[in-house]
């Protein structure tokens, strides 16, 4: 015969959280180990944590703090920051939250702190069962914990921020540096993403400046929108039926990109000259890149012009 699971209120197993439930755990630190990757041992109740007691305070394998925080109703923002709080008030490498009804928002907030910083967060739902006339007994499920793939989407969340903050500031000195040369993008804001680029008089196309880690280019991208692949394959054969002309104006030859398949297409100049990881020769960097672009404008304007289009 097989019993059917019931669940119980958990008011009705512990009456009372630091009384009833938090003592409960203090005495049986290895239910928690069952359900987590660290063994945990010698739990402690109100451990004094600045102004603050911490519920419990366990260690684990390796004799590190553990922070564990109950709360037996719905979470809220107060107990998310006491967790983060004992954490660095007592050197903690790990905190165990354990919350009856776990908002959304604050699942996030526990898997966004394991992909941001060096500590390992747990949030656990407590459940009281019993099944048939058994006595009731605990059932803890993990919600959200630490992992070697959340600490990968961390990491990589930390190099794109970083990124970021490295082209914008190429990007800044970049435009600054060409309005000397040219007002081509002089009306742009200097941006994050990999790429920048303005319209060069005819839907579609555009004057583009484009920057990898040790490498940069600039083009004219071709590109009239979505299911606009024989227009732009149609303007570039235009432009390429003069391409000889038009690389004889740049002074050395483009690459000449129809991207066959693909949505757009470009005409362009690589420059092996650096990209946004060689900080130390953004001058010349930038000084190749205004100069090409110069000049690419300059060799494409007239057939742009021409385009009936």
Known sequence: MIGKIERLPLREVWKHEAQGFTRWLEENPDVLSDVIDLTLSTAEREQTAGDFSV?????????????IENQLGKSDHD?????????????????IWIVADPRPEHVRAITWLN??????????????????????????????????????????????????????????QLL?????????HAGLTPGKENWCGTGAGK?????????????????????RGK???QEN???????????????????????????????????????????????????????AMVDAMVR?????RPYIDKLKV
């Open 79 to 95: 107990h998310l920051g006491k967790l983060v709080t004992y954490l660095t008030a007592v050197d903690a490498k790990s905190a």
């Open 115 to 172: 992909e941001s910083s060096s500590a390992s967060f747990y949030l656990l739902k407590p459940e009281a069962i019993r099944i048939g006339e058994s006595a009731p007994a605990p059932l803890l499920t993990l919600i959200v914990g630490p992992s070697e793939e959340s600490r990968e989407v961390g990491k990589t969340k930390k190099e794109l921020a970083e990124r970021y903050v490295i082209r914008h500031r190429f990007w800044t």
């Open 55 to 67: 519920d419990l305070v366990a260690e684990d394998e390796d004799g590190n703090p553990v922070i």
């Open 203 to 223: 839907s579609g196309l555009s004057f583009d400046y484009g920057i990898r880690e040790h490498d940069v280019q600039v083009e004219l991208y071709i590109d």
């Open 227 to 229: 299911d606009a692949e």
């Open 233 to 287: 394959e149609a303007i570039f054969d235009k432009l390429a039926a003069s391409k000889e002309q038009i690389d004889g104006a740049f002074g050395e030859p483009l690459e000449w990109e129809r991207l066959e398949g693909k949505r757009a297409c470009r005409i362009a100049k690589r420059l092996p000259v650096g990209g946004y990881r060689d900080e130390e020769r953004w001058p010349a960097v930038h000084d």
């Open 296 to 300: 690419l404008e300059k060799a494409l």
């Open 176 to 184: 600054e540096r060409a309005k000397g040369k040219t007002k081509l």
